[in-house]
């Protein structure tokens, strides 16, 4: 009996540690730091999302955006220039900082804050308002 209760024991506070551990505990040391190819991209109307699949301009090369360590940002654009039949690689490099569920992005001396909606191993989801558009916009990424 005494075996019996000490099993019990056992087996009742290592539920309570694998309870205790969830997923939110695993999403906080994902790191935002990668290559991420641009995938969704949209905006918020009337409080719901409208994404649509994001456009490549050339079809043998994917937009991405590197997110390096050093708080510097490459975001690499592949453009058929008027004129020409050939795919040809645009690069920006700015600065990025995180802040909780916040990353503040600059290029050229402008800077752009970002609310993360999701960061995981596959996903980067960021919303951020367009000043032009004069409403928020989405993108999705995905983790290559």
Known sequence: ????????????????????????DDASSVSI????????EGYI???SEILIDYQNDCSNQKDFVEILSGSVIKTHVFEIPFQST???????????????????ITFSGES???EILEL???????????????QYAIYI???I
Request: net charge positive; hydrophobic share 30%; proline share 0%.
């Open 141 to 143: 990424f995905k983790r």
């Open 120 to 134: 995981s191993d596959q996903y980067l989801k960021v919303k951020y308002y367009d000043e032009n558009e004069q």
């Open 33 to 40: 730091e990668g290559k991420w190819e641009y995938y969704k």
């Open 45 to 47: 109307n009337n409080n």
């Open 1 to 24: 009996m005494k075996k019996f209760k000490s099993l019990f024991v056992f087996i009742l506070m290592f539920s309570i540690v694998l309870v205790s551990c969830n997923k939110d």
């Open 86 to 104: 050939t795919c040809q690689e645009a690069i920006s490099t700015g600065t990025w900082s995180k802040n909780e569920n916040s990353v503040v």
């Open 112 to 114: 752009t804050n970002n």
